[in-house]
């Protein structure tokens, strides 16, 4: 089994180190190192159009011919595919090298189109460098080129030019080794062989951005940056995704104060280069027309009036300080998608001005607080490489978190650690599994209790470490409790856990402190508050009279999202911090336009505590502000200033005040590549052991609901993208054949969906692979209501 690194492929783990010569210089590089990698991390670079560092050689260019010594005499060889060996001597510049590289240049030159004017490569283009620097100057063909319709789109997002191909595969082989959605493929043979897509199979894949970022040519462009800029008119900057957990590195580039696309940065401790087409294309709402560039305040008939900061900041501090000091409830939600510095500011002011412990980033669709901040035995990412067995159990890694989907993929398929899937339907993973587990929402802690107490092959695997867990909900369905029972039976085989969650810095929204029952820097408080199902029900009761949405928009993200427009349409005064107005943010009574992703400078912690930089690239649009200049400004307000001066004294102060992040500051971060890792509780969290303390429901209804998230769905920065908009899948609800005949119901009714929660009129799809009983339903669709959490579910024809 080979080994996929940074530094190319490696025989064996241990890297014993071999002598090699190349043009004249002697260096040492691991045993079964390729050689091109080898050169190349010592200084000669070797051309190359289908070689790349994250997948396995092919050959397929041959541009990366050079000549070897041999006992016989000089051969030619190509370096992307031969590993280093002891004595090895190598000649890159030769007179025969030079020419095997040119002849390779001029066939591919044959039928590429000369186009570089109008190609969107033009300026980055490895072929056009290679040319350059490789090539013969001149061609001796003169007859006409082969021509192919231009471009075809191959998917909502990619764009194919087959003339411009020059067959590397590149692109194939990411589709079918990394990503595993083989749905671009060679068709064809001879001159007229071609890159294609299955016939009416588009290329659905959640990655296929990344084959456009890989393409050596301009054969793969995306729609979104199609056109709009040259490389040497674009600003670049590095910084981490807005939209995943994982905490991406990506390269945000701009031109005259417009982010134009996103690029992924080979990251060794998170996304190796890779990202998501969420992540990937996810830039759009930056410049979307619809941003807040004022502050607004509703009226009493329902619409909003712009207003000065000084009016709406003046109404806002007098409201809430009246609620205060007449010692009503006031509450906190959100801070989960912005800085660490925001959410700092967050729980300071939340603390010291609105004097409350009401306060959660995570929206009802969590785990504990401190089981996701303070679990003292947290993996790295990178554990994952070397476990011998992985479990997960929790969301389908492909839909909510697809760099660790890749990372898992990877370890199971090139390193050859065993997968225990446990879901309780068709997983992104399934092809890999090792073992696959089913079960019925709510039933889960019965499964565990067999886990425990058997002996099998699954539970074999689960026993043979090292064994890294990860575990989340796998829908909302399900109690959050089972998680931490299964991290407790985990820690007792002696693994280690990545506890899931939503929302891209929640880790480090809690590490400073947005918990009811954590303050900043993981401490437990002594008087813990409500968290968001408890704040909402109060809202909705009356003892909560004051709420403070931070870029949060329960009504669409809450599982219950009735209950959360009652209790915004119950509360006192609701303040709304955003960019957009939301299903939320219409039902607050003042909504303040706040800077996002791109426009302010900060940091952000990852799952696995990993806290990386983040980066302004462009202003805000309009009067924007960051939320910790607002939050300060309300203080001074309220008569309790809170002192914060900028993003960067906010750091510093982070960098004083919280345990764990003691010392980490900004210039570190710029300095440290991949970040730095706070470090973890020297105390482990207690858990829940035992599977009958897990207060988890058991259902023995006919049908229970699979109620779960997609990777594109009605969120808001999705909604406000036009690359994105369209690719949620739509309101469905699916069930077995059975089940559904029993019911009366064909492929294309429609039914009523209910729940104790919740309806909706949905549009019925039978699926052979769904398990008898169950109906699953994908969470947040356009134009549906929410369904609530209860599993229990009825489906009557329309």
Known sequence: MTDLTREGIKATVGEEMVKVTVDGQEFEAPKGQMLIQAAQNHGTYIPRFCWHPRMRPVGMCRMCLVEMETPKGRVLITACTNPVADGMVIDTKSEVAKKAQEGVLEFLLINHPLDCPVCD????????????????????????????????????????????????????????????????????????????????????????GNTVQICPVGALTSKAYRFRARPWDLVSIESTCPHCTTGDRITVQASQNEVLRFLGVDAEATNWSWLSDKCRFGFEFIESP????????????????EATWTEALELVASRFTEIRDAGKGLAVLGGARGTNEDAYALAKFAREVLSTNNIDCQLDDGLDPQFLAATADRARISDLDSARTI?????????????????????????????????????GLDDRATHKLTYRPGSGAALLTRLQSEEGEVATALAEGPLVALLGRTGYGEDGRLAEAVAAHVRSLGGKLLPLARRSNVYGALDMGLAPSLAPGRATTDNPGKNAAQILEGLAEGSILGLLMVGSDPVRDVPNGEL??????????????????????????????????????????????????VNRVVPGPGQSRPDWSILDDLSDRMGRSINLVSAEAIAKEIATEVPAYVGVTWDMLDAEKDGVVVPLPEATQPLVYLPADTPGKSFSGELVLHYARTMFDDGVLMRHGP????????????????????????????????????????????????????????????????????????????
């Not at 100057?137 to 789109?153: A, L, M, N, W």
């Not at 619809?290 to 009036?305: A, N, Y």
């Not at 039978?766 to 209860?790: E, T």
């Open 121 to 208: 490569r033009g300026g980055e283009c490895p072929l056009q460098d290679h040319t350059i620097a490789y090539g013969p100057g001149e061609s001796r063909f003169v007859e006409e080129k082969r021509h192919f319709e231009k471009p075809i789109k191959i998917s909502d997002l990619v764009y194919l030019d087959r003339e411009r191909c020059i067959l590397c595969a590149r692109c194939t082989r990411f589709s079918d080794e990394v990503s595993g959605d083989p749905l671009i493929e060679f068709l064809d043979r001879g001159n007229f062989t071609q890159i294609n897509t299955f016939p009416d199979q588009p290329f659905a894949s959640y990655f296929s």
């Open 290 to 305: 619809d941003r807040l560039t004022s502050p607004m305040i509703r009226q009493e008939d329902g619409s909003f009036t």
């Open 391 to 427: 479990l997960v159990w929790g969301p389908d890694l492909k839909e909510e978190h697809p760099t660790l989907y890749l990372r898992v993929r990877h370890a199971v398929q090139e390193k050859g650690a065993r997968l225990v899937l446990i879901h309780p339907w068709r997983n």
């Open 564 to 613: 959360a427009r009652q209790a915004l349409e119950q509360a006192r005064f609701v303040v709304a911090l955003d960019q957009f107005l939301t299903d939320s943010s219409r039902l607050a009574d003042v909504v303040l336009p706040v800077e996002g992703f791109a426009e302010k400078e900060g940091s952000v912690t990852n799952v696995e505590g990993r806290v990386q930089k």
């Open 723 to 798: 690359s994105l908009e369209h690719l949620a899948p739509g309101a469905v609800a699916i069930l077995n054949f059975d089940d559904a005949r029993r019911l009366g119901l064909s492929d294309g009714d429609q039914a009523d969906i209910k729940t104790s929660q919740g309806s909706a009129r949905l549009t019925v799809r039978i699926d052979p692979s769904m398990n008898h009983g169950l109906v699953y339903v994908p969470f947040n669709q356009p134009g549906i209501p929410s369904l609530g959490s209860d599993p229990v579910v009825t489906v009557t024809k329309a």
